[in-house]
């Protein structure tokens, strides 16, 4: 479910994009996942034929460690920022991560929340922070993590953790 004030608008980022119709206060809800999107084993997806899978990988968002979900709503065409205006507050739900002002394009991370699927392109966003390049591995990143906190769905948290502990424990194994 999407925010009663946006809107889908041509975005200077990518295609489409969702915008602000009045301003959005940080913390405010922006989307929050409906029990009628559409979910997907990942596994399942890729034996799909390649143009149906390719749709689908287009449109959707990781919403569990093997889970893709589709959006029924506008929030599919939210594009990417190495400094978004949302994160994630729980499994299912993104808040304003500061005041949006009316027309700013609502943006997110996709490192956020995508790391099940390979994917590595370019990063148009223009922020001062910007990546360069958006890939399935941005969660790894120390300064994403110090940028995002726990602002992330838990199985982001719980893959952060797992890297941490496996390089801990192969420091401990070389010591």
Known sequence: ?????????????A????????????????F????DDIKYEIDAVYAMLPDQR????????????????????IGRY???????????INEDTTVARRDIAAGEEVTC?????????PYDMPCNCGAANCRGRITHRDYLDSRFQRTHGDHVPPYIRDAINAAKLSVQTDLDVKA
């Open 32 to 35: 929050t996942a409906h029990p």
């Open 109 to 117: 991370d996709y490192g956020a929340f995508m790391m099940s699927v």
């Open 78 to 88: 939210q594009n990417h920022s190495c400094d978004p205006n949302t994160w994630w």
């Open 54 to 73: 390719d749709a689908i990988l287009y449109y959707t968002w990781q919403c569990g460690p093997t889970t893709l979900c589709l959006d029924g709503g």
């Open 1 to 13: 479910m999407s925010h009663e004030h946006i809107e889908l608008r041509d975005s200077p980022i």
């Open 15 to 30: 295609g489409r994009g969702v915008f602000a119709t009045r301003h959005i206060k940080a913390g405010e809800v922006v």
